[in-house]
T-cell receptor
Framework: AQTVTQSQPEMSVQEAETVTLSCTYD???????LFWYKQPPSRQMILVIR??????QNATENRFSVNFQKAAKSFSLKISDSQLGDAAMYFC??????????????FGKGTHLIIQP | GAVVSQHPSRVICKSGTSVKIECRSL??????MFWYRQFPKQSLMLMAT?????????EQGVEKDKFLINHASLTLSTLTVTSAHPEDSSFYIC???????????FGQGTRLTVV
């Protein structure tokens, strides 16, 4: 079974600075997807960024970028120029590429990100 | 992005009764829908995967007779919590996707309180 580990229950960063959230995972699959989701107090899950394992290039979305190290099974999220609206729970998630219809997301325990004004 | 609507957003029910939660894809046809459960300050745990027109696939440890899932159409899946007990109180979230190669979009969740 796949597992996703987020070792930072809480992180705090000053507004406008950069913060990196850590995620490691365990799988025997060679092809899969990795995601970072944001869950604000409203509890609506918002996709931040997605990475296909077969792609060597790290995904980026504006101020959000990942450092994907496939051999190390590491998938960290870097948030640049942190803004107050970035404050939320961040979940790292894994999904098999071909699940035969049974391929939901496996989530880490989450990191609570606090932005200090 | 596509819209997934979950209803109700909050429900309180008495112990022993059943409650139904709906998950609708509003602007796309969802061949697969997923149901998750989230306890306070914890992560989301996949409960089951529902493919349109077929029986749901439940994760290990999830009682299929207690959590009935129906995916009768390409835009609607329902989760019925039968004979609810206070320990079933939780936040239930659905997600839906068009195909294996597309992103799954989340509903806004349902907070269930069993009293």
């Amino acid at each position: 079974a796949q597992t996703v580990t987020q070792s930072q229950p809480e992180m705090s960063v000053q507004e406008a600075e950069t913060v990196t959230l850590s995620c490691t995972y365990d799988t025997s699959e060679s092809d899969y997807y990795l995601f970072w989701y944001k869950q604000p107090p409203s509890r609506q899950m918002i996709l931040v960024i997605r990475q296909e394992a077969y792609k060597q290039q790290n995904a980026t979305e504006n101020r959000f970028s990942v450092n994907f190290q496939k051999a190390a099974k590491s998938f960290s999220l870097k948030i640049s120029d942190s803004q107050l609206g970035d404050a939320a729970m961040y979940f790292c998630a894994y999904r098999r590429t071909r699940g035969g219809g049974a391929d939901g997301l496996t989530f880490g325990k989450g990191t609570h990100l606090i932005i200090q004004p | 992005g596509a819209v997934v609507s979950q209803h109700p957003s909050r429900v309180i029910c008495k112990s022993g009764t059943s409650v139904k939660i709906e998950c609708r894809s509003l602007d796309f046809q969802a061949t697969t829908m997923f149901w998750y459960r989230q306890f306070p300050k914890q992560s989301l745990m996949l409960m089951a995967t529902s493919n349109e027109g077929s029986k749901a696939t439940y994760e290990q440890g999830v009682e299929k007779d207690k959590f009935l899932i129906n995916h009768a159409s390409l835009t609607l899946s329902t989760l019925t919590v039968t004979s609810a007990h206070p320990e079933d109180s939780s936040f239930y979230i659905c997600s839906a996707r068009l195909s294996e190669n597309t992103e799954a979009f989340f509903g806004q969740g349902t907070r269930l309180t069993v009293v």
